[in-house]
Nanobody, 116 residues
Framework: QVQLVESGGGLVQAGGSLILSCAAS??????MGWYRQAPGKQRELVAA???????NYADSVKGRFTTSRDNAKNMVYLQMNSLKPEDTAVYYC????????????WGQGTQVTVSS
């Protein structure tokens, strides 16, 4: 059974930093990433990273957020710096199954709130 468990969300002032972690288990994963969903908005991609370390970021977070992963531990991270109130959202970890292509999974989400 595949599980993704996020941690590290919370409340932070604008300009502050947070790091999110996602522990994945139950398979081997290719691309892993982070999405977010703010109230009344669609879920959007924040950052993604392949098993080889290639990354992709939303324009709104480039230069402020960094994603990384530890393949041996099946962990993916999101370092968020210079946070803005508009970064407030529920952040979700996503992972694509390398053993079963076409399958992907979601974590339960973690709330990030940035106060102005």
């Amino acid at each position: 059974q595949v599980q993704l468990v996020e941690s590290g969300g919370g409340l932070v002032q604008a300009g502050g930093s947070l790091i999110l972690s996602c522990a994945a288990s139950g398979s081997i994963f290719s691309t892993m990433g982070w999405y977010r969903q703010a109230p009344g908005k669609q879920r959007e991609l924040v950052a993604a990273i392949t098993s080889g370390g290639n990354t992709n970021y939303a324009d709104s977070v480039k230069g402020r957020f960094t994603t990384s992963r530890d393949n041996a531990k099946n962990m993916v991270y999101l370092q968020m710096n210079s946070l803005k109130p508009e970064d407030t959202a529920v952040y979700y970890c996503n992972a694509h199954d390398r053993i079963r292509p076409g399958y992907d999974y979601w974590g339960q989400g973690t709330q990030v709130t940035v106060s102005s």
